[in-house]
T-cell receptor, first 111, second 116 residues
Framework: AQSVTQLDSQVPVFEEAPVELRCNYS??????LFWYVQYPNQGLQLLLK??????LVESINGFEAEFNKSQTSFHLRKPSVHISDTAEYFC?????????FGTGTRLQVFP | GAGVSQTPSNKVTEKGKYVELRCDPI?????LYWYRQSLGQGPEFLIY????????DSGLPNDRFFAVRPEGSVSTLKIQRTERGDSAVYLC??????????????FGEGSRLTVL
């Protein structure tokens, strides 16, 4: 069965600094990988996804993630964060038509 | 509305009571999912509907939990004899066709259940 590990429960960072949120997964089969974001008092929203093709995927707001099959990782990165990026970020892996989520990483951006 | 709607947004009940949580998916979405999110945890899969039928109910924790989707649109999650451990945010999501080749589930804002 698939599982997802997000080692960092909280990541504090100053505005305009780079950030990396780590995600590792376990799977014996090909997978689809996702990052969802939950802003305060809002529902989960898809940030980006890897289904096939290029291993580097990007979001519209400057985040990117790279699928690394050999390391079973899908880390999320942004070169320069904004205050508005403060949110909870969840990595997820597909498994038989459902998503399995990690425990989440709270990104706190300080001015 | 345009998004997934869940009611009630908050529900406080006493141990042993019966609770119903409702989800109204995006119009035209055939797939509907229920997840549960406890404090400090990620969403935990409960059940997945494709149309009116439950395609996968492997995440329901026990027989106190039941969900229906009689007309292939609105779904109700039913919890009997609630326990304090059932306290969580219950999330509903829908997608256009089900399966994850398109990769996107649209989530509602959740129903926060507190069992006293």
């Amino acid at each position: 069965a698939q599982s997802v590990t997000q080692l960092d429960s909280q990541v504090p960072v100053f505005e305009e600094a780079p950030v990396e949120l780590r995600c590792n997964y376990s799977s014996s089969v090909s997978v689809y990988l996702f990052w969802y974001v939950q802003y305060p008092n809002q529902g989960l929203q898809l940030l980006l996804k890897y289904l096939s093709g290029s291993t580097l995927v990007e979001s519209i707001n400057g985040f990117e993630a790279e699928f690394n099959k050999s390391q079973t990782s899908f880390h999320l990165r942004k070169p320069s964060v904004h205050i508005s990026d403060t949110a909870e970020y969840f990595c997820a892996v597909s498994y038989t038509d459902k998503l399995i989520f990690g425990t989440g990483t709270r990104l706190q951006v300080f001015p | 509305g345009a998004g997934v709607s869940q009611t009630p947004s908050n529900k406080v009940t006493e141990k042993g009571k019966y609770v119903e949580l409702r989800c109204d998916p995006i119009s035209g979405h055939t797939a509907l999912y229920w997840y549960r999110q406890s404090l400090g945890q990620g969403p935990e899969f409960l059940i997945y509907f494709q149309g009116t039928g439950a395609a996968d109910d492997s995440g329901l924790p026990n027989d106190r939990f039941f969900a229906v989707r009689p007309e292939g649109s609105v779904s109700t999650l039913k919890i009997q004899r609630t326990e304090r451990g059932d306290s969580a945010v219950y999330l509903c999501a829908s997608s256009l066709r089900g399966g994850l080749t398109t990769g996107e589930l649209f989530f509602g804002e959740g129903s926060r259940l507190t069992v006293l």
